[in-house]
Structures are given as structure tokens and as C-alpha cells.
């Protein structure tokens, strides 16, 4: 499999000698060097902003039909090179190769969605309380160039879902790709330039993300910021932006909840549960974390979840057979021994899994926790890897309260045959999104966005292209 050279793009230029030195890219599953990522210096940055202030006057002035061609032209070009990506994404972030086919073709029909809805971006008219006003409309225009932040674990669907809702909606970008991960990014940039998006309109920067997220926030030309990552940073990030009074939205952490009804069909549940707590190697905002499950099927339940992690095959990604790859770098490692170790002194059970492995790679056991005291740190913020914990509960009541303490709120999941029971679960968990006997929860059409310190608005579907414009109110009076 081939590794692209890197390279950034920076007012119209893609380079690949830039002053802010290189970083080495690394295949998670081997610990090789891959690629040197050049990195941007504070000129460079400056000229990125500058070039979306001059993209964002000829982006915006295209017909929302014009850029909903152009995003569909870029949407068939990733769906054609779908291949291709995906091979860089596994190299550079490990996901076994299926997960990151299926991530590309996601992406591309994020574009798609948001790209039809560039022509459904209505306003309103009112009508006027007082004499001689001709007309009284309400609209939306673009909020202006944004600077956008993805994190390293869905190195498409990320990138994806803030570049279509953006430029949909009339924006220019900078977008700055986890350093971990820039290869499919820049596939994906390349796509929407080689459509026709104006090169201006369309930065890629990579550096040191405090420095670069620092300066890019400040600068004046930047109007609205995204971020995706962690609660701690979306915090600093959030702060930053408020002071310039622009615009913020944050897709943070999640400490999903998932609540096993006594009637729920547990051999089901417990497939579906598997698959999404160990996909990505559990590096997903809204992975299930905590499992509730009634006390008198908690010892069925917790053997065969054992049994299935026990029973996963890790390995490389690029390997037809692994079902789980590395973490994406060797901080996540540390972090995960830091979470098992603190459960267990505080009289968790490790019911399996909780070291690294020992081989070359980022690996790291499928690791199934029981009774974890409400105080230790695996209970109170988001693991992000392959780390599930099992909790048996009394009552429905006790279970939705245990689900809701935590002052997070992405996903929320819960399985069961009655539909009484699924609307009132449905009603009560505290969420963005809650699954009722599946996963699924995040889809092109649907906004996807957390509650509580979970973040702040939404991607994707109708809600996701909002977020990217301001309104505005004209008034057109009779002339004299
Ligand atoms: N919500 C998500 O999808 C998501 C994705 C990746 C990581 N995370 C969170 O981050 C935690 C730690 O991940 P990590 O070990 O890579 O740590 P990290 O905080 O160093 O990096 C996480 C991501 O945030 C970016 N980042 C960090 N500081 C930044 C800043 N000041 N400005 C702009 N971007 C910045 C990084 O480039 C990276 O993409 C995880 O435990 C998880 O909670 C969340
Ligand atoms: O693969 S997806 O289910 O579409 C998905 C879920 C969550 C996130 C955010 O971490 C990205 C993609």
C-alpha cells in the first residue's frame, strides 16, 4: 500500500517545503515511519488566513446550485478513489481496512446530503404590522471563513462533515487535520479543489495544534471555529473563541451509557454491543463505555461479553482478518493502563484484557471491567479505547439515573422489546442522541451533536448546515 507525499495547502499552493519544520507520520500497527508532514509557520498561517478571507467573497458568490454541482462532482471523486483513501487511512490510523472503506463512502455521502441542502437553505417572509414596508424576509447567509480541527479517529468522516456543511452553506475553510493523521484530509481537500471549489477558499494546515488553533481563533479574518476532540480542549477552545464573540461549535466527549433491559433479547444485544464498543478499537466519541445490566442476568451477560473480547482478532488493518487495530498513537497506551490500573486499586474486577500487547504496534487488549466504584476515573471521563465496563442495576429507575450522573451527554443506547419502555427510555436519557436497540446513531441526514459538556450544536443533516450561517432580517420599505 502506498502513502502519499504531504503536503499543505496554503493559498492555493499545495507545498511541501514550509517553515514550520516536519513531523514524522507513523503506521500505528507497526510503529514505522510512514511520511514527513511539513508543518506551517506563523506566516504561513497568516497567509491561510488571509487566502479563505479572499475565498469566502468568490466562494459566496456562487449560486447555491453552482456549489451544490461542485460538492457532488467532489462527492464522486472520493466515492471513485474510495479505495485509494481508505489504504492511506488504515496506514496512518489502523482501522482495520473494511471500517475505513465504509468511513470514505460515509464520507462521501455527507458531502452529497449537505450539498442538497445548499439549495434548501430557505428564509421566511413575514408579513409587515405597519403600513408602506414592501416586504419583511428573513434569511441565512454564510457566517464567513471558518477554521476547522478534526481529531485522528475518523481521519474522513470528520474532515468530511465539517468541510460539506461549510462550504454548502457559502464558507471558506482552514482546515487543520490531526498531525497523526493528515494523509486522508489532504485526499479528501484535493477532491473538493479538483471539483472546483476555489483554491482560496480551501487551506489544509498542519503544526503544533495549541499554536496553530491559537493563532488561526485570533485571527481577525476567522469568523467561526469547529472543533472535534476532547471535552478538556473544546473547553479552551470554546473560551478563546468567546472572547472575539465568534462563532463555536464542539463535537466533544461522550461516556455513552448503555442500559440492557430484563426483556431485552440479550443474544442480540449483546452482538450489536460487542461490535460497537471494540470498532475502532473503542476510539469513538460515541462508543458505548458503561453497561447496565439487571443484577439476576449479570453473570450470563459478563461471560459471553468475556468470551467475545477474548475471542477478537487484532492485528494490522490491512489484514482481511483483524477485527480490532492498534490505538492511533502511544499516548492512548499509557492512557489506558492509567484507566484499568486506577479501576482495579479502587476494587474494580479486570474480568479480561488490560495490558498493551506485547508486538510491535499500538495494541492494546479488549478489556472488560465489572464494578467499577462510581469515583474511579474509568467511570468519570472517556476511556476513547477498547475499555467496556459492566455494571449490574436493581431497578429501570436506578439505571437511568446511574446513565444520566455523568455531565456528559453524546450518545445514549438502550435495548429492550417493549415500546412503552423504548419511548420512556428514549424520553429520559440525557443525550444528543440516543439508540434504542441499535447503534446507528450517526447518519449523513441526522444531526449529530452532545448535551451538557458534550458539546455545543450539531453536524450533519438540515441542523448540521445552520450552524455555518447567520441570520438576517430585510426590510424593504416603499421608496418615499
Ligand atoms: N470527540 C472525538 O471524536 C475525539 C477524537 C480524538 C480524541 N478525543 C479525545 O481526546 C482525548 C485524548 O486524545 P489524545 O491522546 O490524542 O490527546 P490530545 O488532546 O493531544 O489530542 C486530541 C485531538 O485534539 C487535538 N488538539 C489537542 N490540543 C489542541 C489544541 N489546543 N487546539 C486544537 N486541537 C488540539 C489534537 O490534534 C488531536 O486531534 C481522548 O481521550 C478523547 O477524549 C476525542
Ligand atoms: O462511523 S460513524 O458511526 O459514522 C461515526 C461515529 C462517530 C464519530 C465521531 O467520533 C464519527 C463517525
Redo the contacts with the bound molecule.
Keep these: 500500500m502506498d502513502y502519499p507525499e504531504l503536503a499543505l495547502h496554503i493559498a492555493g499552493q499545495w507545498r511541501t517545503q514550509t517553515a514550520g519544520g516536519r513531523r514524522a507520520v507513523v503506521n500505528p500497527a507497526t510503529e514505522e515511519v510512514i511520511a514527513q508532514l511539513p508543518l506551517a509557520g506563523r506566516d504561513e498561517l497568516a497567509e491561510a488566513a488571509e487566502s479563505a478571507r479572499r475565498g469566502f467573497v468568490q466562494w459566496r458568490g456562487k449560486s447555491a446550485l453552482e456549489r451544490c454541482n461542485i460538492l457532488r462532482t467532489a462527492a464522486q471523486t472520493i466515492r471513485a478513489q474510495a479505495k485509494t483513501i481508505a489504504q492511506v487511512l488504515t496506514l496512518e490510523q489502523g482501522k482495520p481496512l473494511a471500517e475505513s472503506l465504509r468511513e470514505v463512502t460515509l464520507s462521501a455521502d455527507i458531502v452529497d446530503f449537505q450539498a442538497e441542502e445548499a439549495k434548501r437553505l430557505y428564509g421566511r417572509l413575514v408579513p409587515p404590522r405597519v403600513e408602506g414596508i414592501l416586504s419583511q424576509s428573513v434569511m441565512r447567509q454564510p457566517v464567513g471563513p471558518v477554521a476547522a480541527?478534526?481529531?485522528?479517529?475518523?481521519p474522513a468522516n470528520?474532515p468530511a462533515r465539517k468541510l460539506a456543511s461549510a462550504l454548502a452553506a457559502g464558507c471558506s475553510v482552514v482546515i487543520?487535520?490531526?498531525?497523526?493523521t493528515p494523509g486522508t484530509c489532504m485526499l479528501l481537500v484535493r477532491a473538493f479543489l479538483d471539483a472546483g471549489v476555489p483554491p482560496d477558499a480551501l487551506n489544509m494546515v498542519c503544526g503544533d495544534?495549541?499554536e496553530?488553533?491559537?493563532f488561526l481563533i485570533d485571527h481577525p479574518a476567522i469568523a467561526k471555529v469547529s472543533?472535534?476532540?476532547?471535552?478538556?480542549?473544546g473547553k479552551?477552545?470554546g473560551e478563546q473563541a468567546a472572547r472575539h464573540v465568534k462563532r463555536f461549535t464542539g463535537?466533544?466527549?461522550?461516556h455513552a451509557p448503555v442500559i440492557v433491559c430484563d426483556d431485552a433479547d440479550f443474544p442480540f444485544a449483546l452482538k450489536q454491543s460487542l461490535a460497537a464498543k471494540f470498532r475502532n478499537a473503542g476510539?469513538?466519541?460515541a462508543s458505548p463505555i458503561r453497561f447496565y445490566v439487571p443484577r439476576r442476568r449479570f453473570g450470563e451477560w459478563s461471560e459471553a461479553f468475556v468470551q467475545a473480547a477474548r475471542a477478537l482478532r487484532l492485528g494490522d488493518g490491512s489484514d482481511p482478518a483483524t477485527q480490532m487495530g492498534p490505538l492511533?498513537?502511544a499516548?492512548?497506551i499509557e492512557?489506558m493502563q492509567r484507566f484499568v490500573d486506577d479501576a482495579v486499586e479502587r476494587g474494580a474486577q479486570l474480568l479480561c484484557g488490560g495490558h498493551r500487547v506485547q508486538r510491535p504496534g499500538y495494541f492494546f487488549e479488549p478489556t472488560v471491567i465489572a464494578n467499577a466504584p462510581a469515583d474511579s476515573r474509568v467511570m468519570r471521563?472517556?476511556?476513547?479505547?477498547p475499555i467496556a465496563v459492566l455494571q449490574p442495576y436493581d431497578t429501570l429507575d436506578e439505571a437511568i439515573a446511574q446513565a444520566n450522573a455523568l455531565p456528559y451527554g453524546l450518545g445514549a443506547y438502550a435495548f429492550t422489546r417493549d415500546l412503552q419502555t423504548a419511548h420512556r427510555l428514549g424520553d429520559a436519557l440525557e443525550a444528543g442522541m440516543v439508540g434504542i436497540n441499535h447503534f446507528g446513531v450517526s447518519q449523513p441526514e441526522m444531526p449529530f451533536g452532545g448535551w451538557k459538556e458534550s458539546g455545543i450544536g450539531q453536524e450533519m443533516g438540515a441542523e448540521g448546515l445552520l450552524h455555518y450561517t447567520e441570520v438576517k432580517t430585510l426590510t424593504v420599505g416603499v421608496p418615499s
Design positions: 480541527f478534526t481529531p485522528w479517529n475518523f470528520l487543520k487535520p490531526a498531525e497523526e495544534p495549541a496553530v488553533s491559537s472543533f472535534t476532540g476532547s471535552v478538556a480542549v479552551l477552545l463535537e466533544l466527549g461522550g476510539q469513538v466519541c492511533a498513537h499516548r492512548r492512557d471521563q472517556e476511556p476513547f479505547g
